[in-house]
């Protein structure tokens, strides 16, 4: 069973940068690809990136691409998301995720294993 702890989260200007924290315990964290997901008040819980066990190989959504970057330290069982150029647009509760029994990054909802959220807001 795989804990995953966020942190990170905060109030920041437009245009400014956040980094978030996935910090996981009790479970085989290096061999499971990650994602983040994001949910803002009544919308759908969106994916916004993932990478695979080794950090070799990433997906981005669009909404996304360009400006947040996914990265893992195996050694440190932590992943991180780091958050540019922020927009109002942005604000939601951040998740990260891990999928079991699975080596390449995926896009699918159904992760296995989820934080709690780490609330950004993003302020114009």
């Known amino acids: 069973q795989v804990q995953l702890v966020e942190s990170g989260g905060g109030l920041v200007q437009a245009g400014g940068s956040l980094k978030l924290s996935c910090a996981a315990s009790?479970?085989?964290?290096?061999?499971?690809?990650m994602g983040w997901f994001r949910q803002a008040p009544g919308k759908e819980r969106e994916l916004l990136t993932a990478?695979?066990?080794?950090?070799?190989?990433?997906y981005y959504a669009d909404s996304v691409k360009g400006r947040f970057t996914i990265s893992r330290d195996n050694a440190k069982n932590t992943a991180y998301l780091q958050m540019d150029s922020l927009k109002p647009g942005d604000t939601a509760v951040y998740y990260c995720?891990?999928?079991?029994?699975?080596?390449?990054?995926?896009?699918?909802?159904?992760?296995?294993?989820w934080g709690q959220g780490t609330q950004v807001t993003v302020s114009s």
């Open positions: 990478i695979n066990w080794s950090g070799s190989s990433t």
């Open positions: 009790g479970g085989a964290f290096s061999v499971y690809p």
């Open positions: 995720a891990a999928k079991a029994y699975y080596r390449a990054y995926y896009v699918g909802l159904d992760y296995d294993y």
